[in-house]
């Protein structure tokens, strides 16, 4: 995941003292410890569910599940790359890859690329934006920190301003993500419980495997949220004050 925003920010948050309320500090470290407290434990129950589920023995392999379910959808440019690791499955729309660890989320990446065949709109929508988020999120980091400097300094709240652009553009990326992923899942469990593979999963522990690791996206979009609109106060206190 693209990471949204930098610890080494707070050293500079401090020095808005003369600019912003001295209880937004406090929103900031709620918001920054009660994100990654969340990030920690949806993690954890991730990588326990996976974990609990890569001990039942199935007869087939991930790369097995991702071929059979690209034939069913009669998708025959799409590679399959098996790739060691724990959670390293992804789909590559640049290349067309599925790169398979585990059967346990190979149908979900596949349904990332029955997205691209069918060109799904959300996918098409992510794809289109992903240079664009690049480049903010290697700036946003730089440009928040020069408009907090500027603002300690009393400087015009402007260059904050175009970092909070910056941080939004990468926000919106981050919610744009969770249609996309939950729909894959959508696909990946249709799939399943309509092939004859599903002899070998449970449908339950299927979707909660899927389910936790989308809510991932969903506990990264919000923390993002949440950090934009500690910024854009910032931002708006400091306007006030001009």
């Known amino acids: 995941m693209i990471e949204l925003f930098n610890i080494d920010l707070l050293s500079y948050t401090v020095q808005t003292a003369e600019t912003a309320p001295t209880h937004s500090y406090t929103i900031y470290w709620l918001i920054l410890l009660g994100s990654m407290l969340l990030s920690w434990l949806v993690s954890a129950r991730m990588k326990s569910r996976f974990s609990e589920y890569s001990q039942i023995s199935i007869p087939v392999t991930g790369r097995q599940v991702a071929e059979q379910m690209l034939k069913d959808n009669h998708i025959t440019d799409v590679k399959v790359i098996s790739t060691p690791g724990h959670l390293t499955d992804h789909y590559n729309p640049a290349d067309?890859?599925?790169?398979?660890?585990?059967a346990a989320v190979a149908a979900h990446e596949v349904g990332h690329a029955v997205q691209h065949a069918q060109a799904y709109h959300w996918l098409g929508l992510r794809s289109a934006l992903v240079p664009i988020v690049q480049l903010s999120s290697n700036l946003v980091g730089i440009v928040l920190m020069i408009g907090i400097v500027l603002l300690a300094m009393g400087g015009s709240p402007w260059v904050l301003g175009l970092g909070i652009g910056l941080f939004a553009v990468t926000t919106a990326f981050?919610?744009?993500t969770l249609p996309v992923e939950f729909d894959a899942s959508a696909r990946a469990l249709k799939w399943l419980d309509r092939s004859h593979l599903m002899n070998y999963f449970d449908h339950g522990k299927a979707k909660s495997a899927l389910f936790w690791a989308a809510m991932t996206y969903v506990v990264g979009a919000l923390s993002s949220l949440a950090?934009?609109?500690y910024y854009v106060f910032i931002f708006l206190n400091a306007r006030g004050r001009e």
């Open 96 to 102: 067309k890859t599925v790169n398979i660890a585990a």
């Open 174 to 176: 981050a919610f744009i």
């Open 227 to 229: 950090m934009l609109l």
